[in-house]
């Protein structure tokens, strides 16, 4: 997103700009900086260091899938899954943790830097990992899961130019 600023500026020696018209213009550069970093924008990704909680989802690019936390009918276990966003609302086409859910919305969804998939309760205990093991192909790895048109789920290294599949 690219936000084009124009600032007019009157150059009159006793003209100067009042606290509310810079304070104004603080916060306009602000939402412009902050507004790409806000959760509500829609990425496909999820990286290492990011945060994924219970209540977030990313969506494929074309808006055709989403993943994040679900609970199925009246359940209130957690559920990671990946479902249609367009087509059918509360279609799931791939569920991660069938076997162990999440008693409560307390769930956390990471992405090591080794690739690996986890699933976290509110006590940090582990109670899914995709059980991925990756050679870190150097120090200048990025690994990220991308959620892609497809509705597949998969871990790309984004270092390298052409995102090479881990």
Not at 67 to 90: A, D, E, H, M
Request: net charge negative; proline share 4%.
């Amino acid at each position: 997103m690219r936000v084009k600023f124009t600032i007019y500026h009157n150059h009159h020696p006793n003209l100067t700009p009042t606290s509310m018209e810079i304070g104004s213009m603080i916060l306009l550069f602000s939402c412009a900086l902050f507004l790409p970093l806000s959760p509500c924008a829609t990425l496909d990704t999820i990286s290492t260091n990011q945060v994924f909680r219970d209540g977030d989802t990313i969506v494929s690019d074309d808006k055709m899938f989403e993943l994040g936390f679900f609970s199925p009918g009246k359940s209130k276990n957690r559920y990671v899954g990946i479902w249609y966003k367009k087509i059918s609302t509360g279609t799931v086409v791939w569920v991660a943790n069938r076997e162990t859910p999440v008693t409560d919305n307390s769930g956390l969804l990471e992405l090591s830097e080794q690739g690996n998939l986890l699933i976290r309760s509110g006590d940090n205990t582990v109670i899914w990992s995709s059980n991925s093991t990756v050679l870190m192909m150097s120090n200048k790895t990025v690994v990220v899961v991308q959620l892609l048109d497809t509705g597949n789920l998969v871990v790309w290294d984004k270092s390298t130019k052409d995102e090479s599949l881990i």
